[in-house]
């Protein structure tokens, strides 16, 4: 492909001659050694996960102009699980999660929104769940915080003590990081919903997100008052 590799050069970052890879993301500067080694450490196996090559048989769930969601089982053909897996062994390493097998993963159904180039750029893991905690609403401590602070402040959301109904757990959602705002993540839930349990749509309600992001959280609160 042409543009694999291209550079665009970031105005907004603080760094000078940082830049942004158009195909994995990253943002490093390529004029620091250090920088260009763990980009390309980075680089080439994250390309590899989330190219989708197409499949024999696909459980296409839900279709767009810019792309499709597919549905994987547990018990699905290989070549699909092990796709699913390792898209979400992407997802769980940004998302700072332990790396390993899911807790139930006889249970799990994942979603991927592949896009048109050919990329799996969505992955969300739902499961069945009986109940959930509901997030409490916090205070705003945002906006003094940097990057650095990611891993503080992953998981000091509190939650509510009673447990509440829900149906779906939502344990993983995972947007790569140069298709962002643009409804991905929005879609797979509505997709989530229409088919997770046949023959009902479930509501808003009885879905749930498990030990969410600051940026889980402040899409799901969106994406559950909308
Ligand atoms: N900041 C503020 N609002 C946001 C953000 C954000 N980072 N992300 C989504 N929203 C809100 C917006 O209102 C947005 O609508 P708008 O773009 O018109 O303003 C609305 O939610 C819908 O957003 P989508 O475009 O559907 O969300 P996207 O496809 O960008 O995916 C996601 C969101 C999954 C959180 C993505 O940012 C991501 O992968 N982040 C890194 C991984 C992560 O933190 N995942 C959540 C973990 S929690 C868990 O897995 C249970
Ligand atoms: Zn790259």
């Known amino acids: 492909k042409p543009n694999d590799d291209q550079l665009i050069i970031d105005a907004g970052q603080k760094h000078f001659g940082a830049a942004t890879c158009t195909s994995c993301g990253m943002v490093y500067s390529a004029d620091n050694p250090e920088d260009n080694f763990q980009h390309n450490q980075f680089h080439q196996h994250f390309v590899e996960s989330i190219k989708f090559v197409g499949w024999k048989k696909e459980h296409v769930v839900a279709e767009f102009w810019d792309g499709k969601i597919l549905l994987i089982m547990p018990d699905d053909p290989k070549y699909a699980t092990r796709k699913a897996e390792e898209v979400r062994r992407v997802a769980d390493s940004e998302l700072g999660f332990q790396q390993g097998s899911l807790s139930r993963p006889t249970q799990a159904k994942t979603f991927l929104f592949v896009s048109t180039e050919r990329r799996v750029v969505g992955c969300l893991v739902a499961e069945h769940i009986r109940q959930a905690y509901r997030v409490l609403e916090q205070p705003d401590r945002q906006t003094d915080m940097t990057k650095d602070d990611f891993m503080e402040r992953h998981r000091?959301?509190?939650?509510?003590?009673?447990?509440?109904?829900?149906?779906?757990?939502?344990?993983?959602?995972?947007?790569?990081?140069?298709?962002?705002?643009?409804?991905?993540?929005?879609?797979?839930?509505?997709?989530?919903?229409?088919?997770?349990?046949?023959?009902?749509?479930?509501?808003?309600?009885?879905i749930a997100f498990s030990d969410p992001t600051p940026d889980g959280k402040l899409f799901a609160t969106k994406y559950c008052n909308t």
């Not at 509510?160 to 344990?171: D, K, M, Q, V, Y």
């Not at 839930?189 to 229409?194: A, E, I, K, M, Y």
């Open 156 to 206: 000091a959301w509190c939650c509510s003590t009673i447990p509440e109904p829900a149906l779906c757990g939502i344990s993983r959602i995972w947007v790569f990081s140069l298709a962002r705002r643009r409804r991905v993540a929005t879609r797979m839930l509505d997709t989530v919903r229409s088919t997770f349990m046949f023959g009902s749509h479930l509501t808003k309600d009885e």
